[in-house]
């Protein structure tokens, strides 16, 4: 079974600064992919990043970078120069494939609040 | 532009009642999923659907069913309500094209409240 781990309940950053979202994870599995997701109080789910186990560079896309240690099983979300509409929750999820039909789903973890301050 | 609708944004129903939450993608996916998700829970699946008329149970799917008649819509049904399940309910989709990254795409959820 897999297990995504956020330990943060909430994060509070000056706006322009950079903040780190961690996120543990566990999984027996060789191949797996590894997501973060934005939920701002609308409550629609955005997708921000992805991770593949096998990919030997982290992951990058314009503000955000996953900072992903293998041996370590983390997979942390760096946002750098913090902006206002950054308030919002996050979460990191996992990505589990399943034998039927070549199918996956995703296993998430428990999300934390991030708020940005003027 | 990718596009995963829901046909309540806030729906209010009596315990016992017959609940159901539709969900609608563009995109030609294959994968739908419904999620319920509870402050300090996360998002947990209760079903998904790999192709029509297909569905698996998730880790949640208790006094959930589901329907996938055509490829483009996922419907939820509350059997009979209860006050345990009001909750925060997302849909989302993905594609099953292989070597591609293909991350779920969200509704923009469904709060259901059960009186």
């Known amino acids: 079974a897999q297990k995504i781990t956020q330990t943060q309940p909430g994060m509070f950053v000056q706006e322009k600064e950079a903040v780190t979202l961690d996120c543990t994870y566990d999984?027996?599995?060789?191949?797996?992919?590894l997501f973060w997701y934005k939920q701002p109080s609308s409550g629609e789910m955005i997708f921000l990043i992805y991770?593949?186990?096998?990919?030997?560079q982290n992951a990058t896309e314009g503000r955000y970078s996953l900072n992903f240690q293998k041996a370590r099983k983390s997979a942390n979300l760096v946002i750098s120069a913090s902006q206002l509409g950054d308030s919002a929750m996050y979460f990191c999820?996992?990505?589990?494939?399943?034998?039927?039909?070549?199918?996956?789903?995703?296993?998430f973890g428990k999300g934390m609040k991030l708020t940005v301050n003027p | 532009d990718v596009k995963v609708t829901q046909s309540s944004r806030y729906l209010v129903k009596r315990t016992g009642e017959k609940v159901f939450l539709e969900c609608v993608q563009d995109?030609?996916?294959?994968?739908m999923f419904w999620y319920r998700q509870d402050p300090g829970l996360g998002l947990r699946l209760i079903y998904f659907?790999?192709?029509?008329?297909?569905?698996e149970k998730g880790d949640i799917p208790e006094g959930y069913s589901v329907s996938r008649e055509k490829k483009e819509r996922f419907s939820l049904i509350l059997e009979s309500a209860s006050t345990n399940q009001t909750s925060m309910y997302l849909c989302?989709?993905?594609?099953?094209?292989?070597?591609?990254?293909?991350?779920?795409?969200f509704g923009p959820g469904t709060r259901l409240t059960v009186t």
């Open positions: 989302a989709s993905s594609s099953l094209l292989a070597g591609v990254v293909y991350e779920q795409y």
């Open positions: 991770q593949g186990s096998y990919d030997e």
């Open positions: 995109m030609d996916h294959e994968n």
């Open positions: 999820a996992m990505r589990e494939e399943l034998a039927q039909g070549g199918s996956e789903k995703l296993v």
């Open positions: 999984t027996s599995d060789q191949s797996y992919g």
């Open positions: 659907s790999y192709d029509v008329k297909m569905k």
